[in-house]
């Protein structure tokens, strides 16, 4: 073990040091640290401060070269106030091109060009509206892309997983170290810090963690640290535990790909907590957009309670025209002519004379997405319009299917073609789509991001649609051109409209989008070959784990879980119910496609997660009306305090929805046996033959379910699903506490 161990190490360059702090406040005062041998337990006696401090490691080989570390801090006399025990790992080989990834808080080490602005943040110099200006982002931690000091300082409920990544190109090496959310004295730190030169990097675990100095607030990496050390009296004992992998990584996605395996070692597999079935839910939610986010005078369902102008209309990203396609599809007939007539209210006043929409609106006056003017409605987050263009096409082929193809009016087809002619406009003119345009000349003001990630979906199923194979081509050259120099480089970024080019979930899942969507309509592999690498990057979105809430707060009291929840960027550091704004269908699809249940159980997590959120007459959420969700799932400190919300109706809102329309409650495969129940019930195989599997299925909670069932023999699971795979499948109605049991035989 010792030599293995110690070859390892030497092949990394790497160094372990165990570290004791003293501090007063967020102030380091004095610090030592003690080189360690990679012995099987070893035992350490010093003094630090006047104090006899002992520490002990212990090291575990895991599998070839994965090392499970155990560090046991022991005051064994004295009193040591405002302390923290640590353990680093020294790399003396270091070069500032490894790419440093912290799961849904640092990609590439955010080492990018920053602006200090307060929140929302907004393009304003002439540098930065460049067609091929640099990625840009806000005043979020990260490593130096200049001269001087560069350092992270991250506490582990900053991260969707506490874990801390690198890739070396140079020696085509990975690295990942895994921790446990926080010990007897609260949530752990995870820090990085790099020479001056450049040469070396030191990657701490810290119990407490203390942010020195300075913490980050939305948008301002300079906020005083309120952060304290611990008390320590004779005879307490802190225990670190992490797991720390040494692999080959030929390149950047491979570290995403090792990943995957391995996000829940220390924490381990997740539990499923039943609150409300899906079909409850709905009705709630259903009923909730009726009463309150129908726009009577204009005719619109708005994104919001239209307390403001971006929670009144905004087309695409946080709802417009996404939130009626789930009302289409499985509203009342009263849902389904509202939503129709919101494409009244849009088409054709609300689009541009370029073809793209504007990307606010009131139902008297249009708006664009400069927060510094919103008057100027010239200033489109092109994300909006990608949006838009996909989810336009999924309700005229929703339609199409229910043979309603009359209710789509011939205006709204015709706008329709002019957006995608103006997708097309802007790809031959720039080769890329941007982040911002002009809504008058479709001329680009902010070129560069991922911002328009769901683009070439839009454009995919409008090329089928309307029959135009230049759709396809654009969506496919777009989609390569975004997989060639983004997705490999291991970066997504502009999808939300307030973050300048942070890196994003949001973009990244509309680009899985993309993908899924180009390999279902040209057959093509290779998009199923990138869409399994975005995928694999979108996991690191994705909180793996059931964080711990301060008793005291909102969720705490609620036993909130937040396995599946995803954080939207690292600059709003917070999780939230779901993705913005999709179901997560295409993870399905993956799963189909490529027979691999990693996919299958990520949508479970996310899509089981979400109902938890919406409040309701017998548990509400934050003191929020029956119907409402709200975006912040509250771990980090970054805005409101941790398990707490704002009071507000939001865009997660639709994810549910969408979710109850295209994710499956429940998926079986009668040759295999596999099941998977997404939905709140729980699911016991009673029967199992050749040809036929029997199932009993129970709804453990209080309210009505009816299931979604999605049945297939293996062998058909490379069927290509397209859009609204769950229009005609059999539904199980469950009433509560109660069970059915159902039988399926395989298909011939």
Known sequence: MQSFLTDLLNQYNCNLEIKLNQFDGAHLVDSMSLSIQPENVQKYQYEFKGNTWETSVTYQVKTNRAIDIMVAFKLLSGYAAEHSVAMSFHFDRWAKNNYVLMPAAVYNGNRFDYRRMSY??????????????????????KLNIHEGESKIQQITRDLSTPAIGFYAPGESRGFWLLTEQGTCVGDSGIHMEES??????????????????YKYRICDNQVPSDDRGADFKEGDEVHLHFRAYFFECPNVQALFDYFVNIRKDLTGPVSL???????SAWKIQEEKYNQQNWEDEHGYYSVGMRENIHQNWQIGWVGGLINTYPLLFEGTALSQERALKTFDFVFPKGQAPSGFFY????????????????????WLLIRKNSDALYYIIKHFM????????????????QGTIKCADAFVNLWNKYHQFGQFVNAETGEIIVGGSTSAGSAPAGLALAGQFFGREEYIAVAKEAANYYYDNYVRKGITTGGPGEILQCPDSESAFGLLESFVVLFEVTGETTWLEKARDMANQCFTWCV???????????????????????????????SAPGICTFSGDSLFKLFRATGDRRYLELLQEMAHNMPQYLSREDRSVGGMPAGWMNERVQMSDWFEPIGEIFFGSCWCEISNMLSYVEVPGLYVQPDTGFICAIDHVDVEIIEKSYRKIGLKVTNPTKFKAKVKVFVENS?????????????HCERLTIEPGSSVIVKYGMEL
């Open 120 to 141: 929302p943040p907004m393009f304003k110099d002439k540098e930065d509206m460049r067609i091929d200006a640099p990625t840009v982002i806000t005043d979020v931690p």
């Open 273 to 279: 907590h039943h609150e409300i079935p899906f079909y």
């Open 398 to 413: 929703l339609l199409e299917a229910r043979n309603q193809g009359q209710k789509i009016a011939e205006s709204w087809k």
């Open 196 to 213: 001056l030169d450049r040469q070396k990097a030191v990657i701490t675990i810290e119990a407490p963690g203390v942010r020195r100095e």
């Open 715 to 727: 062998d058909r699971m490379k069927r290509v699903l397209g859009q609204h795979a769950l229009l």
């Open 359 to 378: 990307g606010c609106g009131d139902g008297e006056h249009w708006y664009g997405d400069n927060f510094y003017d919103i008057n100027d409605k010239n």
């Open 544 to 574: 793996s784990y059931d964080f711990k809430f301060p008793p005291q707060s909102t969720f705490g009291k609620l036993g909130m879980h937040t396995t599946g929840s995803v954080y939207a960027n690292v600059q709003n550091k917070h």
